[in-house]
Structures are given as structure tokens and as C-alpha cells.
């Protein structure tokens, strides 16, 4: 039961990996028709959030049992995140600004070991620093590379934000009243919304963009198509797998199969961008495949209740 629930959530991080990495070829064409990067942002979580109002209103009984979780959630893992990244993307390369980011398995790794001071298993620390590795490959690290020490400093927040999402996600899944991911999910993306909506100020957008085309390589897509994929594939669906793919796996193991997405995302550019595939970047993501499959193939060692051996002199005596 133990290995068919862990193949079950090795199965949807990979599915979730998938989603998000097709957010960006579908958030990009509707970039250069004219969005601005925060104001797709926005679009994104806020539709996430009205989709998944149900659920939020289902759940509403979270509020009260776990606000703190719903607001780091929402202000980290969701808000945290996108913000984060596309400030470092204004001052740094795209390249470096996504390798920063997924630095977050690392960093997650980091705070199981020394914060929460519980055991990280040589597999997932093996598969971390090979993904990592593949990771600098794909985005081609050293292809205009520059140093500016805020727009890193803005990459690394990104990836501690990232890291988080992990935590939050696996947050009081061993207690009783574990709470539903499903409504940490839709509440994440309520609050979200809102801290987006102060950063992007929407009512500042060219909301007539949505009602265009938009090119996809050789083919012009109707731009509510593609904002339809990154809301309901890219985010919904993406958040959700993942987040019952952490409670199934580990954050540890689920963190570095999430580092898959940038390779998703690299070969999607690829087939339906037209974006080229260089060699190293090939190389990178076999790399990233590689360090996936070392993490989840560490094993938890059982706990197996035994019980102390008793002194000599308390012994009963055996009979010959």
C-alpha cells in the first residue's frame, strides 16, 4: 500500500510539473500582445481564486482552524512566488532569475535538515545537487551573464518562497484534523489574489488584449484560449496534483521532481514556440530527469515497534 501510494504521487508531480511548465508558453504570446508580465500574473491567481471559490466556500471552515496556514500560503507560496521572480527578472537574466528559483529544493533541504532538524535521505540530497546542475545547462547560465546583488537577492526570495510552498503543502498532513488540501489550495489563491491585485493594480490593464489574438508560434490562438490553459491547467490543476503529491511523497522528493518544470517548459518553448534546443540545454534536462529519479528513489526507513529488553534479573527463567 506504502509503494502504490508513493508511485501514485510520483505519478501526479510529474503531473504537476507538466502543468506548470506549460504556463509559459501559453502566458508569453499573450505577453507580447501586449499584457504586462504582472498584470498576467494577476489574471492568473485571480482567475485560479474565482474557479476555485467552491471549494473555498466548502471549506470555509478552515478559516477559523487554520488562518495562519491560508495566509502563508497565499502571501508565499502563491503570491510570494510570482512576485519575487518577476521583480528579479527586471534587474537579472531570465536564465539566472529561473535557476535561482528552483534553487528552492536546495534550500528546502536546508530547512528539513537544520530548522526542523529532521533527516534528509542521501538520495534526495544527490538527486537536489544533480538537478541543480541540469538546471544550469538548461537555462544556459552563462549566456549573458551579469551580476546584480538585488535582482539575486530577488531570485533567492523567489526560491525560499518556493521552498515554502512545499512545507505549507505538507503542513498538519500527519494530524488528525490534517486539513484538505484542497481548500488550502483555494483559500492560497483568495489571498493571493488580493496581494497581486495591490502589486499588479489590474485596473491599470489593456484589458482589450483578451479579446484579440495571439501568435503561438505559426498559429494565432484567441487570447481567452490561452488564458483559459494558464488558469484552469497551468495553476488549478497544477496546484492541486502537487499539493497531494507533497502529502503522498515528501516535500523533499516532491521538491526535486518539481524542478522538471523548467525542462517541461524549455522543450513546450521548443515544439510550440519555435524557441531552439541547444545541446546543453538537452544535456541539462536529462540531467534534471536523472536528479528526479535519484530523489524518489529513496525509501523511508519503517519504524518498527520493538520492545526494550529486559534487565538479566527481571527475566523469567526459560524451562530446558
Known amino acids: 500500500m506504502q509503494a502504490s501510494g508513493k508511485n501514485a504521487g510520483l505519478g501526479l508531480a510529474l503531473v504537476s510539473a ?38 473555498a466556500w466548502r471549506h470555509r471552515s478552515l478559516v477559523r482552524r487554520k488562518p495562519l496556514l491560508l495566509a502563508g500560503f497565499g502571501l508565499v507560496a502563491v503570491a510570494g512566488v510570482q512576485a519575487f521572480y518577476f521583480a528579479s527578472l527586471s534587474r537579472i537574466p531570465v536564465g539566472v532569475a529561473l535557476l535561482l528559483e528552483y534553487l528552492g529544493p536546495a534550500l528546502l533541504l536546508g530547512y528539513i535538515r537544520f530548522v526542523q532538524r529532521k533527516p534528509v535521505t ?32 530577488l531570485g533567492l526570495a523567489a526560491a525560499c518562497c518556493q521552498a515554502f510552498y512545499f512545507v505549507f503543502a505538507d503542513q498538519g498532513a500527519d494530524a488528525e484534523d490534517a486539513p484538505d488540501p484542497m481548500g488550502v489550495i483555494a483559500h492560497g489563491m483568495i489571498v493571493g489574489a488580493l496581494v497581486m491585485t495591490v502589486i499588479a493594480r489590474p485596473w491599470q490593464m489593456d484589458w482589450q488584449v483578451l479579446g484579440g489574438y495571439a501568435a503561438m508560434g505559426d498559429l494565432r490562438v484567441p487570447a481567452l484560449a490561452l488564458l483559459g490553459w494558464v488558469v484552469l491547467v497551468a495553476t488549478v490543476f497544477a496546484y492541486l496534483t502537487g499539493v497531494v503529491s507533497v502529502r503522498r511523497l515528501s516535500p523533499q522528493v516532491a521538491g526535486v521532481v518539481a524542478c522538471l518544470e523548467a525542462v517541461v517548459a524549455t522543450v513546450l518553448a521548443w515544439v510550440l514556440l519555435g524557441e531552439q534546443l541547444s545541446g546543453p540545454q538537452a544535456l541539462g534536462g536529462a540531467l534534471v530527469l536523472g536528479g528526479a529519479l535519484i530523489a524518489q528513489s529513496s525509501r523511508s526507513a519503517p519504524v518498527v515497534a520493538q520492545e526494550a529488553p529486559l534487565p538479566v534479573a527481571d527475566r523469567e527463567p526459560t524451562s530446558a
Do not use: T
Open 122 to 153: 542521501r538520495a534526495a540530497a544527490a538527486g537536489a545537487a544533480v538537478a541543480v546542475v541540469g538546471l544550469a545547462c538548461v537555462v544556459e547560465i552563462w549566456a549573458g551573464l551579469r551580476l546584480d546583488l538585488f535582482g539575486v537577492l
Open 18 to 55: 507538466c502543468a506548470f511548465g506549460g504556463s509559459g508558453v501559453a502566458a508569453k504570446p499573450l505577453i507580447e500582445a501586449g499584457l504586462d508580465p504582472l498584470h498576467m500574473v494577476w489574471l492568473r491567481v485571480a482567475g485560479a481564486a474565482l474557479v476555485l471559490s467552491p471549494l
